[in-house]
Each structure stands twice: as structure tokens, then as C-alpha cells.
């Protein structure tokens, strides 16, 4: 059984990829920082429906907790699969936001990125196949006012998603990433009302976050065996 790793596992788009990669036969990793409580429920449903799941708790912004608790999970075998999904957003226009925030919203997207997948590389290497998938944005390839940070974070990840599928291309690991638009969540629903949405997206609807879990569930599958270093936008036609 492959085993998954998803980061931010916590959140709506988190539990819909993890019910998804759970109801396809993988042993899926429930990663979260603080909110433990809601990933050991997550993981007590996925168990309940017939699937594999575990919870890991640390704070991927810091280098050495994170490859402590990697190390653990590495003792029982390669991860071969890695959803790179936890990221913040701390908004603010530029000449106002202050430096914390700008690192911040860094430290999760970017560096957790480095902190959490680096460790990974080796072990999935040595299996000769693997999956690694980051969510990205629209606010990445767009740009969002109030959101220099977020989308300086985001962009950043789509270069380094094409870097490392040109590292692991011959390896018979795929590196992709995911820039959805307004998916539904409480967060987006606080942000877009029904007439923002219908001027933002020409689908004129916020998309689910099971649509970005199946997007998820192709590229791990065999199938997408010869998609590597793409940047896949779902945004219902915003970009």
C-alpha cells in the first residue's frame, strides 16, 4: 500500500483530498500543527470507511521538528506520495503590511514546502516512483491586491515545481502543481458573495474542494504517469 502525506490536512480542501486518496487505497498521513483534535476525527472516519490513515502533528515552518517527525514516519517506509497543501494568508496592502506578515505567510508556503519534501526525496528516489503535488493559486498567475505575500509565496512554488521535475524526471517521479481559483470554504465564503463570484469566475460559481481532490487523485494515479513540471490552473476560466 502507497503511503500519502498530506500537509494542512485540517481544512476543507485537506479532508476532501484525504477522503479521496483514503477511499483510493492509499495510506494517507494527516498532517496538522494545532488543530490535532479535528485530524484524529478525520482519521477516525477515513478508518471507519474501510481506510488506512494516521496522524503526524509538527510545525513545518521549523527545519529540524519537521525532519524529526519525517524520520519516524520514514522508519516504516518511503512516502511515495506527497500533497504539499498547508498554506496561510495574512492580507494587507503593501505599504502597509509589516514585516511579520510577509514572513510569515513565507515560512508555511515556501519554506514548509523545502522543510517538508526535502527529507522525502531520497527514500521515493530509492522506490523509483512517486507523486509530488503542491497547491498553489490563481493569486500566484494573477496577482491579488492585498496579497503580495501570498502570491509572491505561490509563484515561487511553481518554479520550484518545475525545478525538481527536471531533478526527478528520470527517477519516475512527477512534480506538479495545482492553482485553483475561489473554492468553496467558510474562509472564501467570508471573502466572495454570490455576485463576486459571478464577475470573477466565467463559470459564475466558487468550484469544491472535491474537484481539486479529483484533480489530485489523476495526477497520483498511473495514468498521469507522463505529466511532470505542469502548473495546472482550476479556476472555472479566470485565467
Known sequence: MK???????TGCLGQALGRRLAADGLHVILHTHQRHREALELCAELCRQG????????DLTQREPTHCALEELLKQGPIQVLVNNAGIHDDAVFPGMQPAQWQRVIDVSLSGFFHVTQPLILPMVRSRWGRIITLSSV??????RGQTN????KAALH???KSLALELASRQITVNAIAPGIIASPMSAATFDQDAIARLVPMKRAGTPEEVAHLVAFLVSDQAGYM????????GGMT
Do not use: M, P
Request: hydrophobic share 45%.
Open 3 to 9: 503511503r500519502a502525506l498530506i500537509t494542512g490536512a
Open 51 to 58: 481506510g488506512s490513515a494516521e496522524v503526524t502533528c509538527f
Open 139 to 144: 493569486a500566484a498567475i494573477t496577482g491579488n
Open 150 to 153: 501570498y502570491a509572491a509565496a
Open 159 to 161: 518554479g520550484a515545481t
Open 228 to 235: 511532470t513540471g505542469q502548473i495546472l490552473s482550476l479556476d
